[in-house]
């Protein structure tokens, strides 16, 4: 367990309104993440950051921003919510596991329907 | 650039039936290797890894080869349980770093 949680597990919104996704994590690693799952589609990974202040896109960033201002949070904030954008979104951590090498660690997931 | 690609599912078996996914890759450098598993309602787990080539990761009887010849991390298990319903995902890091790369998954139910 990586200590990572997220808010809300379940939210319903309307077309048009914005909508910010929480993950907070209290073992202070470095690399966080935020990724999508779709039918078909598996994980596709939206924003990722590197540090406080330091967030990079992923391959579906379009209608997405993040933003990092303390090391254990990580929001993620759809401007203007789509019904494209219903899915279940995952956090996740990078943390080096034995022999040097980094694993991912996921919460519970957040499950958006925009109606 | 890199990518995983997984078998397709959904897979479903009779308990106590033998279990493969296939996994192949594609990597510019040497990757760790992974299997995740996703148990409804909750976020990915990691199953097992294997960061070298010939290396096996197991765990909970399931098992998987690193094979650099033909880049694949096949999973596998001798004798699956009702239990083991979930999605199954293979994904991949290069070396030590921090970008990870996921196949589509598989979903897997057995039957009693």
């Known amino acids: 367990d990586a200590g990572i949680t997220q808010s809300p597990r379940h939210k319903v919104t309307e077309t048009g309104t914005p909508v910010t996704l929480r993950c907070h994590q209290t073992?202070?690693?470095?690399?966080m993440y935020w990724y999508r799952q779709d039918p078909g589609h598996g994980l596709r990974l939206i924003h990722y950051?590197?540090?406080?202040?330091?967030?990079d896109k992923g391959e579906v960033s379009d209608g997405y921003s993040v933003s990092r201002s303390k090391t254990e949070d990580f929001l993620l904030t759809l401007e203007s919510a789509t019904s494209s954008q219903t899915s279940v979104y995952f956090c996740?951590?990078?943390?080096?596991?034995?022999?040097?090498?980094?694993?991912?660690?996921f919460g519970p997931g957040t499950r958006l329907t925009v109606l | 650039g890199d990518s995983v690609t997984q078998m397709e599912g959904p897979v479903t078996l009779s308990e106590e039936a033998f279990l493969t996914i296939n996994c192949t890759y594609t990597a510019t450098g040497y990757p760790s290797l992974f299997w995740y598993v996703q148990y409804p309602g909750e976020g990915l787990q990691l199953l097992l890894k294997a960061t070298k080539a010939d290396d096996k990761g197991s765990n909970k009887g399931f098992e998987a080869t690193y094979r650099k010849e033909t880049t694949s991390f096949h999973l596998e298990k001798g004798s699956v349980q009702v239990s083991d319903s979930a999605v199954y995902f293979c994904?991949?890091?290069?070396?030590?770093?921090?970008?990870?790369?996921f196949g589509t998954g598989t979903s897997l139910t057995v039957i009693p």
């Open positions: 073992e202070n690693h470095r690399y």
């Open positions: 994904a991949l890091s290069e070396g030590t770093g921090n970008q990870f790369y």
């Open positions: 996740a951590i990078s943390a080096v596991a034995g022999g040097g090498y980094n694993e991912q660690f």
């Open positions: 950051s590197y540090g406080v202040k330091d967030t």
